[in-house]
């Protein structure tokens, strides 16, 4: 429950209207005890007028000196216009890559466009925070009329109704997915690297070689894998709207309700195949609230028969994929290797340290892994900029690339 010590606001604040500080990184512990540990950007987004001066506040209140905001209105940023940013980004960096920086780091600006969002995430992703998008709940929050006289800085209502189309377009991100904390990706990393080097010197994996082949040769699959970027579990590609579903998701109470949450994945199992290397994720029944209802049965052009598997099935973490193969490949993968298991293929089987791996034919290897790894993700958000910019890097297999 949160509690709220009405000294820690200025004069100015009203109280706040019921159910409209109702976030998870402010109401749940396991969240709130995470985000004491884990750095993270909260991306604030909303109207001038909206409330997030407030909800920073209320923040920096919950979180007390681990908390920093760096609000637009100090750097000479005015909302709607692109000057006055390159201090206020400087801030945002000088706070954010500090080794005495603050855990949870809040931007209190409207960033109401793409370019904002995805560089604000861009920011977050080079110095490894976790980053979170929050809109203020507040009733009047797209209401221009209200806000032309809420807001202090004497913006014109069509100024803000402009403001508002560009605000409402970007409400829908890319993707939703957990996103794990950087420390555990390291983690996960490190043991995606153990299970390809133990593969490549495992003579029967020598024997079937990726390519199908069946003469014994060297492989290396550091190589032949590419790093995906941050390490996460998408749980629905929205893609800015377009997608189908893709606003009934993003409306969805239960997605607004635990937007921000923390909780542990279970990877339970590791797979590769000659296109992706990936980790299964077993979601809780708590997790698959979250899981689209079509998810499987969108595979189903892919992998015939996926629909009629149990909810949940395709939920992945992708490790890395081989050149010209894009991510959305490692779930259409692991839901194979399920159809085949379904079906009560026994595959060839070989115990090795961290449990059973088995091939199914075809270059696929699944290793059911004796402890699950627990993941702590948090449930998020992703924009990102139309094209790779000037912040890419590209490190050796399975690091990240900047953006
Ligand atoms: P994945 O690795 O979890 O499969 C951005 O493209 C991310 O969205 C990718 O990492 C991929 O996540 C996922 N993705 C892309 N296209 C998708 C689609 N059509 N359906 C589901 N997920 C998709």
């Known amino acids: 429950m949160l509690h709220i010590n009405p000294s820690a606001f200025s004069a100015e604040d009203p109280t706040p209207a019921a159910g409209s500080l109702a976030f998870a990184i402010l109401e749940q512990d396991k969240t709130k005890n995470a985000f004491t540990t884990a750095r993270t950007l909260v991306v604030l987004r909303g109207l001038p007028g909206s409330g997030k001066s407030f909800l920073a506040r209320a923040i920096a209140e919950a979180y007390k000196d681990q908390c920093s905001i760096i609000c637009a209105d100090d750097h000479n940023v005015k909302p709607g216009s692109a000057d006055g940013y390159k201090a206020f980004d400087d801030a945002i960096v000088a706070k954010s890559s500090g080794e005495t920086s603050p855990v949870l780091i809040v931007v209190d600006d409207t960033n109401h466009t793409h370019d904002r969002l995805a560089h604000l995430r861009g920011i977050a992703k080079q110095h490894r925070l976790v980053a979170v998008f929050l809109e203020p709940l507040t009733e009047w929050r ?25 605000h409402v377009e970007m409400s829908i991100p890319l993707y939703f997915g957990w996103f794990l904390f950087y420390t555990v990706q390291d983690q996960v990393r490190e043991t995606a690297t153990k299970f390809l080097k133990t593969l490549e010197v495992l003579e029967s994996f020598k024997k079937h070689i990726i390519s199908g082949k069946e003469e014994a040769k060297e492989v290396d699959l550091e190589q032949y894998f590419k790093a995906k970027g941050t390490l996460h579990c998408t749980t629905k590609f929205t893609d800015y709207g377009k997608a189908e579903g893709a606003k009934e998701y993003t409306d969805k109470q239960v997605v607004q309700d635990l937007y921000g949450s923390v909780s542990d994945l279970s990877l339970s199992a590791l797979f590769i195949t000659p296109r992706t290397v990936g980790a299964r994720v077993s979601l809780s029944e708590d997790q698959l609230q979250l899981w689209p209802a079509d998810a499987e049965k969108e595979a189903e052009s892919e992998v015939p028969g996926a629909g009629a598997l149990p909810l949940g099935s395709r939920a992945h973490v992708t490790l ?84």
Do not use: H, N
């Open 320 to 403: 890395g994929c081989a050149d010209g193969v894009q991510p959305v490949q490692t779930g259409f993968d692991l839901l194979q290797i399920i159809m085949l298991q379904k079906d009560g293929q026994q595959g060839e089987q070989v115990d090795i340290d961290p449990g059973t791996l088995t091939y199914y034919g075809e270059g696929r290897w699944y290793l059911a892994l004796k402890e699950p790894i627990s993941a702590t993700a948090c449930f998020s958000s992703i924009y990102k900029p139309p094209a790779p910019g000037l912040l890419f890097r590209k490190d050796s297999f399975l690091s990240c690339e900047l953006l």
């Open 142 to 166: 797209r209401d221009t009329a209200q806000l032309t006289k809420k807001t202090k800085r004497g913006i014109e209502q069509a100024k803000l109704e402009a403001m508002k189309k560009l």
